[in-house]
């Protein structure tokens, strides 16, 4: 059986840490993509996809507030779009 005692045993810094670590690489993945450094592949895709819902589904468990979790999906989410959207718009130069 798993449990998440280790993960809500943690302390709020340290949790919201691990799941910006399991985020981090699909924003990587998008951005690179975005400037046209590279292109991904449908195996990365699956890898990073993973690891992205892993980290929203410990993060719906972490024991901040909602309002808190609300802004914080918002932030990570907005500078990651901000710049995809920067790396689209100077690749199409």
């Known amino acids: 059986m798993?449990?998440?005692s280790a993960f809500t045993g943690l302390n709020?810094?340290?949790q919201l840490?691990?799941?910006?670590l399991l985020v981090l690489p699909a924003g990587l993945d998008?951005?690179?993509?975005a400037f046209g450094l590279r292109e991904s592949s449908n195996f990365l895709r699956g890898i990073t996809g993973f690891l992205e819902g892993t980290?929203?589904?410990l993060f719906s468990t972490a024991t901040?507030?909602?309002e808190f979790k609300f802004g914080v999906v918002i932030a990570i989410g907005g500078a990651i779009s901000i710049l995809g959207l920067i790396g689209k718009k100077i690749a199409s130069r």
């Open 2 to 4: 798993i449990t998440l």
């Open 12 to 14: 709020l810094q340290n």
């Open 17 to 20: 840490f691990l799941c910006v």
């Open 30 to 33: 998008w951005i690179s993509q």
């Open 55 to 57: 980290s929203v589904a």
């Open 64 to 66: 901040a507030s909602l």
